[in-house]
């Protein structure tokens, strides 16, 4: 099946209260938190655990690819999609991508 079938998300554990961010820069507080990464968590452990949650519940061997995209590549000349890949103990039978988002 052509298209997107599945997808996953991630989002950190820690919380950082938007008082304390706007205190730190001097400026007005729109409230709630922000959720921020451990020391230890970069844009490839997020991926994987994205990748663990879009495949859970799925046949691994009708999965075609792995498309990842960020704007904070731990490794700006290493291909780390390769990485997440073997994370999730797959090999792809289409090749695996990596997008680099600009921002503007």
Request: aromatic fraction near 14%.
């Amino acid at each position: 099946m052509a298209g997107i079938t599945a997808y996953g998300g991630y989002v950190p554990l820690w919380r950082l209260g938007r008082d304390s961010i706007a205190k730190a820069w001097g400026i007005a507080s729109i409230g709630g938190e922000k959720s921020v990464d451990s020391f230890d968590e970069d844009s490839i452990t997020m991926a994987v655990e994205a990748g663990v949650d879009c495949v859970r519940g799925l046949d691994r061997g009708k999965v075609d690819g792995l498309f990842f995209a960020s704007t904070t590549f731990p490794y700006p000349r290493q291909p780390f999609y390769k990485v997440c890949a073997c994370w999730l103990n797959h090999a792809f039978k289409y090749g695996v991508n990596h997008s680099i988002l600009g921002c503007l």
